[in-house]
């Protein structure tokens, strides 16, 4: 640290938090100078050769000379391997149990001393070194990783040898240090330092790994598996952020696979993507290189069409949460409300031009010296009666949850963490602090499940203070740093489910685990409604707590972009409810930029508006009336389009399918559209062209195929190809799939379906699911066929007896 470090810290801390920060620093990393073991001397060790294999149902064992590999596909074809003994459990993952093995699936030998499983789905073949290949029934590579290789301390001997190097096949070489943090120089328990190296076709195109701003694409590089607060706004190639997961969505012409390596611990994933006829004519495959710190080395894979890849890892990691029908709506969220008058004067400039409004969000200034569960009661004197006040006009409010709780005799919530032994300590015992916002904060380990429950009861708070749901805040976790990683010491001890372990293990599940708790407090305090939670922070599997925001993304164009890289990526990776601050978190948007953030928000499942205390307004009046009308028309079209979105969201739940998807989703065998970052699909039958550039007032869409109508002006195009379609300040270009059948709000609130002609000779159709409100009844899916009979469009229900008359009224546009 340099003096303009210190500087800094205390411009953004001021001068008595600065300071805390910067001891805060030094104390960490002095908790780590004695809590973690240094690195010594290093033994390298490769799998060696097969010595014999052990079957079992859907797989089996083989033993290698200095390790073991355990495989096994299940009944609905995902493939799992650990090794060293690793196996699927315990796993912050997985929704419960290990998916069944398929029982027609046997381990068998194969050429060349190796050995290979054959299922319906899938064929797995292990070599004799230990490289593991998955291909398609028909026998074409989807992947292929090569044999592991592992660093392991020894008691003497030099650093770096290698166990068996020579019979190792191809693998990576050592890459010491290649993780670019503070616990590179310690040990990981039982060793566990390792890199697995994969390939995959040329023409394949990397997606996934969390929220990334640099996407939904991913392009050579490395990304970092550390769940990291960027100090400030980001934008595209900022990295690692809030939220990242070592899950791969890979996309070829062989098909698509899903990769996710089941590793908590701080690592690094470098891609490079392949090139067809690259020297000789050959092909150079992708490759995908995964380094790890510690851990176990285990990975599943899940094989098929995109929407059967992602319905099987919902089946793995658990079905997304179903949000509240209100949370489908326009919401509007600020650092910095500061009053409970403030907060009526808004929703009433709302209330006032006639714009809807589901949801008011309150940021950490309203509580009490910005301590968690408790209330400014000088600003909000009343906030029950503010609260019953809104949703009495249909406004719901939310609040802000942070994990940090001021460390302070005295304040209930940390006397009370106190008496249950709540809170994260270090190597010693002693309580490990941090600084946040409320000063010297102590950290409930949420890895405990007594302490999950404990911190889940504390949600009776914020319901008696009428909140409907809530969003967590600076749950990395964060602690503020002038310098360093900013959050708690690596040697910090948890309990990670009874089995013991330290920060290296946790960091990346904390926010997930706390989303738990927040999730099953709130659905044993109120369980006939269900919970409204989504998180800055987690990891695989969240998506059974709710859902993300895109955290403090940089105002301006850049940071707009990022902002649909976001959703993307996290939708491929089974998290289907997320959104930026529309607007950007820092600074004031220019009119335009404001605009075209909220025509793309108004497309994406959690619209929300959001702004630092010290940014510009974010109300659409604040820009002028031109802006007003224009944003005024997307709340509209938002608000007929909330029985598609409530139909999108009930079929995320079931089949864990995205409301907003790549637009490969439906041909993924299109190598331009692999390449189409820009624009997405809105489930099956839209596809928004959002305008991420200045100035633009055209812009280029590229179709899948088949038959597309532009909804504002009802030319139909057709694909696969690229059109160049108007884009007015007023609106951004929206197209509809010929045949489409989608549920909306017609002039009376009643549902209407929209239907879009079908082609000569095609059919077409939809899926409706309604409304059922915001408990937990069970909804049905109701199917209907469009057809063209005569020069008119007909319309039907789909039931297991056959057709009948579609019983809802029919709006049919595109003739």
């Known amino acids: 640290m340099d003096g303009r470090e210190l500087v800094r810290s205390m411009k953004v801390f001021g001068s008595v938090q600065g300071l805390r920060a910067v001891r805060s620093a030094w104390r960490r990393r002095r908790t780590d100078a004695w809590g973690l073991p240094p690195r010594g001397a290093e033994r390298a060790r490769v799998p060696g050769l097969a010595v014999e294999a052990e079957a079992a149902p859907g797989g089996g064992t083989v033993r290698f000379a200095r390790s073991s590999l355990r495989i096994c596909v299940s009944a609905g074809g995902t493939v799992f391997w650990g090794w060293d003994g690793a196996g699927p459990l315990p796993s912050y993952a997985l929704a419960g149990e290990a998916p069944d093995p398929d029982p027609r699936a046997s381990l068998e030998p194969d050429t060349d001393g190796g050995w290979r499983i054959v299922s319906e789905r899938v064929t797995v073949t292990v070599s004799r070194h230990g490289a593991v290949e998955l291909r398609t029934p028909g026998g074409v590579l989807l992947r292929r990783d090569l044999p592991p290789r592992w660093w392991e301390p020894v008691a003497g001997g030099s650093a770096g040898s290698v166990a068996g190097d020579g019979d190792a096949g191809p693998v990576a070489g050592d890459g010491a240090g290649s993780v670019a943090d503070e616990g590179a120089g310690v040990v990981a328990p039982g060793g ?66 899903l990769a996710f390596h089941d590793n908590t611990w701080d690592g690094r994933i470098t891609l490079a993507e392949g090139e067809e006829g690259a020297g000789s004519g050959h092909d150079r495959p992708g490759t995908s290189e995964v380094r790890m710190t510690g851990g176990p080395l285990r990975c599943w894979v899940v094989v098929g069409t995109p929407a059967r890849v992602l319905h099987g890892w919902a089946a793995l990691t658990g079905a997304p949460a179903l949000p509240p029908s209100w949370a489908l709506g326009p919401q509007h969220a600020r650092w910095g409300f500061g009053s409970a008058r403030e907060v009526r004067r808004v929703v009433a400039g709302y209330r006032e031009r006639g714009l809807p409004l589901s949801a008011v969000h309150l940021d950490i200034d309203h509580y009490d010296g910005h301590r968690v569960f408790t209330v400014d009661r000088e600003r909000f004197p009343d906030l029950p009666g503010l609260a019953e006040e809104l949703r009495e006009q249909g406004v719901r409010l939310v609040s802000i949850v942070d994990p940090a709780v001021k460390a302070e005799p005295g304040d209930p919530v940390y006397d009370g963490g106190a008496a249950v032994d709540a809170f994260v300590k270090d190597a010693r015992g002693q309580e490990v602090r941090g600084v946040v916002w409320p000063g010297e904060c102590a950290y409930p380990d949420f890895t405990d499940p007594a302490v999950r429950e404990w911190w889940g009861g504390l949600y009776k708070e914020r319901l008696r203070q009428g909140f409907a ?57 109120r369980p006939d409604e269900r919970p409204f939670l989504f998180s800055r922070s987690g990891w695989a599997g969240m998506q059974r707590y709710g859902g993300t925001w895109s955290g403090d993304v940089s105002t301006g164009w850049p940071g707009l972009r990022a902002s649909l890289s976001l959703v993307l990526g996290l939708g491929l990776c089974g998290v289907p409810y997320s959104g930026p601050d529309v607007g950007g978190f820092d600074g004031s948007p220019s009119p335009e930029l404001f605009l075209r953030w909220y025509q793309l928000g108004a497309w994406l499942p959690l619209f929300r508006t959001h702004a630092a205390i010290d940014a510009g307004r974010r109300e659409p009046w604040e820009f002028g009336p031109e802006v007003l009308e224009h944003a005024r028309v997307a709340l509209a079209e938002r608000e007929r389009m909330r029985p598609y979105f409530t139909t999108l969201a009930r079929l995320a739940r079931m089949t864990g399918a995205p409301y907003v998807r790549p637009v490969w989703w439906g041909n993924p065998e299109d190598r331009a559209l692999r390449d189409c ?41 057709e694909g696969p190809g690229q059109v160049l379609l108007d884009a007015p300040l007023s609106r951004v270009p929206v197209l509809a799939r010929a045949g489409a059948v989608l549920p909306v709000r017609g002039e009376e609130d009643e549902l209407v379906l929209e239907v879009w002609a079908p082609a000569a000779g095609r059919t077409g159709g939809g ?48 003739l």
């Open 767 to 814: 899926l409706v699911v309604r409304d059922t409100g915001d408990g937990w009844e069970p909804a049905m899916i109701e199917r209907y066929q469009s057809r063209l009979v005569d020069g008119r469009v007909v319309v039907e229900r789909v039931t297991d007896d056959g057709v009948e008359e579609a019983g809802l009224p029919v709006r049919v546009r595109g």
């Open 677 to 717: 970052e820009d624009a997405f699909l809105l489930g099956d039958g839209l596809l928004v062209a959002p305008v991420l550039t200045r100035g633009a007032d055209r812009r280029a869409v590229r179709l899948p195929r088949g038959r597309w109508y532009d909804t504002a002006t009802g030319q139909a195009y």
């Open 192 to 257: 566990g330092r390792w890199v697995q190296r994969s390939e995959v076709p040329a023409d394949a195109r990397f997606f996934g790994l969390g929220g990334r701003s640099a996407g939904p694409r991913l392009r050579d590089g490395s990304y970092r598996l550390w769940n990291t607060d960027p100090k400030g706004g980001f934008g595209p190639g900022d990295d690692p952020l809030y939220l990242t997961m070592p899950v791969q969505f890979v996309v070829s012409d062989a098909g698509t696979h």
């Open 469 to 525: 749901g809530v969003w967590h805040d600076m749950n990395e976790p964060v602690s503020f740093v002038p310098f360093g990683d900013p959050t708690l010491p690596r040697s910090a001890r948890h309990s990670l489910e009874g089995r013991g372990g330290d920060h290296r293990e946790a960091h990346n599940v904390y926010g997930l685990a706390m989303a738990r708790a927040g999730y099953e407090g709130l659905r044993r305090l």
